[in-house]
T-cell receptor, first 115, second 114 residues
Framework: DAGVIQSPRHEVTEMGQEVTLRCKPI?????LFWYRQTMMRGLELLIYFNNNVPIDDSGMPEDRFSAKMPNASFSTLKIQPSEPRDSAVYFC?????????????FGEGSRLTVL | AQSVTQLGSHVSVSEGALVLLRCNYS??????LFWYVQYPNQGLQLLLKYTTGATLVKGINGFEAEFKKSETSFHLTKPSAHMSDAAEYFC????????????FGAGTRLFVKA
């Protein structure tokens, strides 16, 4: 079975450019999470969705960040405009709330470098 | 609000020695607790989890953890370290309703010496 799929795996961009990260959760999972991982701050929860609805976006750093989940099989995290301090690995994870275990399945991450 | 504290950002053990990684949590409701492992350039993988029932839970690769409510702890142990255990380990706490919001600790990097 396919796991959580993220793209791109690596992105290098210049300050001020728009960045879009994509995630395809595991089929049948109804919760989706976006995390950011840096050496300084560890794993931070940015936002999570349940049944395609954003439940908690309190971790989104600022208005430059936005996330959408237009359907159960796709989500995007957008940064506009990007800044060097946004450089990090961004992980998407999904879970099956119906199984009631809370286990998260992670993608391999998108490594973003903003110059 | 939930929070997770992992004591020790780095732990070094000799091959064959006991591994003990500490985790304390805070949660306003009975939590689900997890340990995940991350190898370089990869996402996190579940090692083990506590939801309800038996407080000693066993996971993959010989790891186990014990939920101690009175101490709000969920420490991870393995009797005998192997070189392949070198990785970063994350403790996490999850709400049990509304989509399972999951918060992670800062992580503990485990080094295993030959």
């Amino acid at each position: 079975d396919a796991g959580v799929i993220q793209s791109p795996r690596h992105e290098v961009t210049e300050m001020g450019q728009e960045v879009t990260l994509r995630c395809k959760p595991i089929s049948g999972h109804n919760s989706l999470f976006w995390y950011r991982q840096t050496m300084m701050r560890g794993l931070e929860l940015l936002i999570y969705f349940n049944n395609n609805v954003p439940i908690d976006d309190s971790g989104m750093p600022e208005d430059r960040f936005s996330a959408k989940m237009p359907n159960a099989s796709f989500s995007t995290l957008k940064i506009q405009p990007s800044e060097p301090r946004d450089s990090a690995v961004y992980f998407c994870a999904s879970s099956s709330g119906t199984l009631n275990t809370g286990e998260l399945f992670f993608g391999e991450g998108s490594r973003l470098t903003v110059l | 609000a939930q929070s997770v504290t992992q004591l020790g950002s780095h732990v070094s053990v000799s091959e064959g020695a006991l591994v003990l990684l500490r985790c304390n949590y805070s949660s306003s409701v009975p939590p689900y607790l997890f340990w995940y492992v991350q190898y370089p350039n990869q996402g996190l993988q579940l090692l083990l989890k506590y939801t309800t029932g038996a407080t000693l839970v066993k996971g993959i690769n010989g790891f186990e953890a014990e939920f101690k409510k009175s101490e709000t702890s969920f420490h991870l142990t393995k009797p005998s370290a192997h070189m392949s255990d070198a990785a970063e380990y994350f403790c996490a706490v999850s709400e049990t309703t509304g989509g399972f919001k999951t918060i992670f600790g800062a992580g503990t990097r485990l080094f295993v010496k030959a």
